[in-house]
């Protein structure tokens, strides 16, 4: 049977998680802790644990903080962040202080589970929000010096008035397929994600 942990400081959360984790069969939800301090003094007389899942914003010391202690009295434990966090830099600070895994506070309680399940058993688990940036981070960073076609700039003033890619295709006499596949070059030339973030470059006049 897991031997599981569980460090959040949100009552309404905590207790919903304990009572789903009470339900388990596979699962012995052996302390409830609102911080990083209470978990230690309910873990005084514990030898060992399997796993902590424990939120980063804490009352008194964070749960970032808290891994390389936690790792210290449970040298076995796997420790789980679950967090509203999702910035790189607190994902890597996890990471890098030994956490095993990364989850969004709004996994579903059967994917935090299933994690659970695959944590014990030696494997690592991140939301994928939180594993495409560990990707993108470690990737290489390509860079583009490809200037704009007159075409692209056309497309490009098209969105800044608001048309659709359909409209964009009438204005300049181009199918909708052709539109699309300017609208991808101008992504990978500017190196951004979305029409938004075209437009608001392109209002700032960086384009």
Do not use: W
């Not at 802790?33 to 230690?40: G, L, R, T």
Request: hydrophobic share 45%; charged share 25%.
């Amino acid at each position: 049977m897991i031997q599981l942990a569980l460090i959040e400081d949100d009552e309404v959360v905590r207790n919903y998680l304990a009572a789903f984790f009470f339900r388990q069969e596979e699962v012995n939800c052996r302390v409830i802790a609102a911080s990083v301090e209470d978990f230690f003094e309910k873990t005084e007389r514990i030898e060992q644990l399997d796993i902590v899942l424990t939120d980063i914003g804490l009352p008194g010391k964070s749960g970032l903080e808290a891994i390389p202690e936690i790792k210290r009295k449970f040298p076995d434990v796997a420790v789980v962040i679950l967090s509203v966090y999702i910035d790189s830099d607190r994902i890597f600070k996890a990471l890098c202080a030994g956490a095993v895994g990364y989850l969004q506070k709004d996994t579903a309680m059967e994917e935090i589970l299933e994690c659970v399940s695959i944590i014990s058993k030696g494997g690592a688990v991140m939301s994928p929000i939180i594993a495409r940036k560990v990707v993108d981070y470690f990737a290489p960073k390509r860079t583009y010096n490809e200037p704009l076609t007159a075409k692209e700039q056309q497309v490009i003033a098209a969105m800044v008035d608001g048309l659709s890619y359909k409209m964009i295709a009438i204005r300049l006499g181009i199918t909708l397929e052709t539109v699309r596949q300017h609208i991808k070059n101008i992504y990978r030339k500017l190196q951004v994600n979305s029409k938004t973030e075209v437009i608001i470059r392109s209002l700032k006049g960086e384009i």
